[in-house]
Nanobody, 119 residues
Framework: QLQASGGGLVQAGASLNLSCVAS????????RGWFREAPGKERELIAG????????YYSDSVKGRFTVSRDDSKNSVYLQMKSLRPEDTAVYYC??????????????WGQGTQVTVSS
């Protein structure tokens, strides 16, 4: 089970931090990632972090603004979001899988948390 939190309504340019706690499986055996799904768009992988935390992936849309990290001692993965834009508005999902930069390889999903960025 994956439980995401930290979403909310912010103004453009603001920052927001998302967290996701895992339970029921050995978290350090999995790559972790964040997806988002905006209205009318497909769910996209925006950030991924490999087991051990030494390799990370970012989509072009968030590179340089978002930072993914993990703390396996807390069964958690985080997404630090800076310089938010209205186009970042979406439901954000955390996930776990076997290939941190391949969307189709994520097999465990949490419920989404809504992020809304006003202009």
């Amino acid at each position: 089970q994956l439980q995401a939190s930290g979403g909310g309504l912010v103004q453009a340019g603001a920052s927001l931090n998302l967290s996701c706690v895992a339970s029921g499986f050995v978290v350090n055996a999995y790559d972790r990632g964040w997806f988002r799904e905006a209205p009318g768009k497909e769910r996209e992988l925006i950030a991924g972090i490999r087991r051990g935390g030494f390799r990370k992936y970012y989509s072009d849309s968030v590179k340089g603004r978002f930072t993914v990290s993990r703390d396996d001692s807390k069964n958690s993965v985080y997404l630090q979001m800076k310089s938010l834009r209205p186009e970042d508005t979406a439901v954000y999902y955390c996930a776990a899988g076997h290939s941190f930069n391949v969307a189709s390889q994520y097999t465990y999903w949490g419920q989404g948390t809504q992020v809304t960025v006003s202009s």
